[in-house]
């Protein structure tokens, strides 16, 4: 069964730090894996999707990475600002329904 | 904006009502999903429809019902919810399902409440 971990569950860092958000799986078997960020009370904005034969996709200042046989991801933001705060999910589809599988997320706050 | 709509925003119920939520997107996808977020926890899988045929029911309790009346439109209709059904439902879509894989595009959610 796939299992997604993301450590820390919550960071905060000051305004113009460039921060990595860690995601890693069980299961290297996946089709592809996607980045969300959710603000409170809304739904998911899906921010990159890399496909399992991919390595990295960018995004403006998100840049994602994928080490499909190390079972990680980084998620790369350069320059945070206070609008970067939000919760950040990643998502790996993997079986034969290409299900997605969700980590618990890391709570992000940028300090002006 | 989100290019998937999704009302009420909000939806309060008591236990012996009846209600429905719907999901709107013109994005020709052809692909729609429901989705049950509880707080400060990751979404969980409800039911996928895979053109407008129900391809997935993750084990939901059948006092939800879920509907596709044509490639645009995805309903989940309610009936007899307990209190521990309050979450925020997400509907979501993408190009298509199964292997590979599209983006999936959210809705902000139905935040439903049951007294």
């Known amino acids: 069964k796939q299992e997604v971990t993301q450590i820390p569950a919550a960071l905060s860092v000051p305004e113009g730090e460039n921060l990595v958000l860690n995601c890693s799986f069980t299961?290297?078997?996946?089709?592809?894996l996607q980045w969300f960020r959710q603000d409170p009370g809304k739904g998911l904005t899906s921010l990159l999707l890399?496909?399992?034969?991919?390595r990295e996709q960018t995004s403006g200042r998100l840049n994602a990475s994928l080490d499909k046989s190390s079972g990680r991801s980084t998620l790369y933001i350069a320059a945070s600002q206070p609008g970067d705060s939000a919760t950040y999910l990643c998502?790996?589809?993997?079986?034969?329904?290409?299900?997605?599988?969700f980590g618990k997320g890391i709570t992000l706050s940028v300090r002006p | 904006d989100t290019e998937v709509t999704q009302t009420p925003k909000h939806l309060v119920m008591g236990m012996t009502n009846k209600k429905s939520l719907k999901c709107e997107q013109h994005m020709g996808h052809r692909a729609m999903y429901w989705y049950k977020q509880k707080a400060k926890k990751p979404p969980e899988l409800m039911f996928v429809y895979s053109y407008e045929k129900l391809s997935i029911n993750e084990s939901v309790p059948s006092r939800f019902s879920p509907e596709c009346p044509n490639s645009s439109l995805l309903n989940l209709h309610l009936h007899a919810l307990q209190p521990e059904d309050s979450a925020l439902y997400l509907c979501?879509?993408?190009?298509?399902?199964?292997?590979?894989?599209?983006?999936?595009?959210f809705g902000n959610g139905t935040r439903l409440t049951v007294t």
């Open positions: 998502a790996v589809s993997t079986g034969a329904n290409s299900k997605l599988t």
């Open positions: 299961d290297s078997a996946i089709y592809n």
């Open positions: 979501a879509s993408s190009l298509f399902a199964g292997t590979g894989g599209s983006p999936l595009h």
């Open positions: 890399i496909q399992s034969s991919q």
